[in-house]
């Protein structure tokens, strides 16, 4: 069993920064691989960016450059530093773990968080 929790969430005005933090309980933290997504109003969950147990990472088109995520096994945390935000990032961020290795379709993670608001004004 896994439990996640985000932070870092807020308002902040186009071309600024945040960092999403999500931290994770238990002793395996590091054989799973970690997910972001995301999910505006009205629209479905999608993905932003990945990271595998082994550290590979993986991003949506839409963030490549702007967003960062990285991952601290002693801190059982991933992170997600976010740069040059735009309106269109606006939503609940959520992450997500799932055995190994990191895929884009959210309906295969076995954990969630609560999700985090990021709200980004022009």
């Known amino acids: 069993q896994v439990q996640l929790v985000e932070s870092g969430g807020g308002l902040v005005q186009a071309g600024g920064s945040l960092r999403l933090s999500c931290a994770a309980s238990g002793r395996t933290f590091s054989s799973y691989a970690m997910g972001w997504f995301r999910q505006a109003p009205g629209k479905e969950r999608e993905p932003v960016a990945g990271?595998?147990?082994?550290?590979?990472?993986y991003y949506v088109d839409s963030v490549k450059g702007r967003f960062t995520i990285s991952r601290d096994n002693a801190k059982n945390t991933v992170y997600l530093q976010m740069n040059n935000l735009k309106p269109a990032d606006t939503a609940v961020y959520y992450c997500a773990a799932r055995p190994l290795y990191y895929r884009s379709n959210y309906y295969s993670y076995d954990y969630w968080g609560q999700g985090t608001q990021v709200t980004v004004s022009s």
């Open positions: 990271i595998n147990s082994g550290s590979s990472t």
